[in-house]
C-alpha cells in the first residue's frame, strides 16, 4: 500500500517537472530568436566623404526614431549605397 502511494505521488510530480523545464528552455529560445544582429553601419567622420563603421541594432524600415551611434556624442549612422556613400539613413528597431 505504501509503495503504490509513493509511485502514484512521484510519477506526476516528475512529470510536472520535466514539462516546467521544458516550457522555460523553449520561450529562452523563442526569445532568443527574435534579437536581431548588430549590423555594421557607418557615421560621417571629420573627413569629406569619409565613413567610420559602427555597430548597431538598427533597421532601414522607416520609423521616427533615427538611429544613432553609442558614443559619448551620438552621431547618426548610415548604410552605403551601391557607390560606397553613406547615405542611406537607418532607424531605431522598435
Given at each position: 500500500?505504501k509503495?503504490s502511494?509513493?509511485?502514484?505521488?512521484?510519477?506526476?510530480?516528475a512529470?510536472?517537472?520535466?514539462a516546467?523545464a521544458?516550457?522555460v528552455t523553449?520561450n529562452a529560445?523563442?526569445?532568443?530568436?527574435?534579437?536581431?544582429?548588430p549590423?555594421?553601419?557607418?557615421?560621417?567622420?571629420a573627413l569629406?566623404?569619409?565613413c567610420e563603421?559602427?555597430?548597431?541594432?538598427c533597421?532601414?524600415?522607416?520609423?521616427?526614431n533615427?538611429?544613432?551611434?553609442s558614443?559619448?556624442?551620438?552621431?547618426?549612422?548610415w548604410l552605403k549605397?551601391?557607390t560606397g556613400a553613406?547615405?542611406v539613413?537607418?532607424y531605431?528597431?522598435?
Amino acid at each position: 500500500m505504501k509503495t503504490s502511494f509513493v509511485k502514484m505521488l512521484v510519477l506526476p510530480i516528475a512529470a510536472f517537472a520535466l514539462a516546467s523545464a521544458g516550457a522555460v528552455t523553449t520561450n529562452a529560445s523563442r526569445i532568443d530568436a527574435t534579437k536581431k544582429p548588430p549590423i555594421t553601419a557607418f557615421a560621417h567622420s571629420a573627413l569629406p566623404n569619409s565613413c567610420e563603421p559602427q555597430n548597431v541594432n538598427c533597421t532601414t524600415v522607416v520609423s521616427a526614431n533615427i538611429c544613432m551611434s553609442s558614443e559619448t556624442s551620438p552621431r547618426q549612422v548610415w548604410l552605403k549605397d551601391g557607390t560606397g556613400a553613406c547615405v542611406v539613413p537607418l532607424y531605431k528597431n522598435n
